[in-house]
Each structure stands twice: as structure tokens, then as C-alpha cells.
């Protein structure tokens, strides 16, 4: 079993930025790849960001390009999304999630954060 706790997050106005924080624990939590969704009410939940354990080559859903980033530390096994530019349409509830293989799609991964609420203030 591989646990996720998210922090960060809350309200901030338009351009501004934020960090989130993802911390892994349990079993071989080092070696998954790491990603972050985001899902606004009454839209299905979407990839923002994700990155092999390696932390190389990360991906990035179009709408976040050059705004936000994904980084981890594998010593502290913790994933970061360093939010800038922030809009209000980046308004949503994010979770980060962890599977054995980096996937875009929801169901490529097995476990998930709790999530918790952006609000971009426009």
C-alpha cells in the first residue's frame, strides 16, 4: 500500500502562485511515477502534471505549460506543483496520485491523495 498526503493549496488572486505538496510512505513509494490531477465540479477529473521516478521527462496537459512544474525529491519521497500565472479557470480540487508506470489517464493510477481545493480568485 503506498499512502499519499497532500498540502498546500487554498486561495489565491490571479497571477499569483502556489505549492503543492504530495508526501509518499509505504512500500516502494520511491519508485513510482508521481502525478497531479485537478477536477472542477461537473468536469471529469483531468492530468495536470506527471513524472517517472526518475524525474526526468515529465509531462504536462497543454492548459499548464510554462506556468506550472512538477518536481520530487526521492529522499524525502515527496512530489511538489509549483503553481504560477495562476488563472481562474485553474480553480478545481487537486489530488496527486502514484502508480508503478507514468500514465495521463486517471485509471493508469492506483492511489491518490485526498485532494484538496485551489480557489484562483479573479
Known amino acids: 500500500q503506498v499512502q499519499l498526503v497532500e498540502s498546500g493549496g487554498g486561495l489565491v488572486q490571479t497571477g499569483g502562485s502556489l505549492r503543492r505538496s504530495c508526501a509518499a510512505s509505504g512500500r516502494i513509494a520511491s519508485t513510482y511515477s508521481m502525478a497531479w490531477f485537478r477536477q472542477a465540479p461537473g468536469s471529469e477529473r483531468e492530468s495536470v502534471a506527471a513524472?517517472?521516478?526518475?524525474?526526468?521527462?515529465?509531462n504536462y496537459a497543454s492548459f499548464v505549460k510554462g506556468r506550472f512544474t512538477i518536481s520530487r525529491d526521492n529522499a524525502k519521497n515527496t512530489v511538489y506543483l509549483q503553481m504560477n500565472s495562476l488563472k481562474a479557470e485553474d480553480t478545481a480540487t487537486y489530488y496527486c496520485?502514484?502508480?508503478?508506470?507514468?500514465?495521463?489517464?486517471?485509471?493508469?493510477?492506483?492511489?491518490w491523495g485526498q485532494g484538496t481545493q485551489v480557489t484562483v480568485d479573479s
Open positions: 513524472l517517472p521516478w526518475s524525474g526526468v521527462y515529465a
Open positions: 496520485a502514484a502508480a508503478p508506470n507514468m500514465g495521463v489517464r486517471r485509471n493508469d493510477y492506483n492511489y
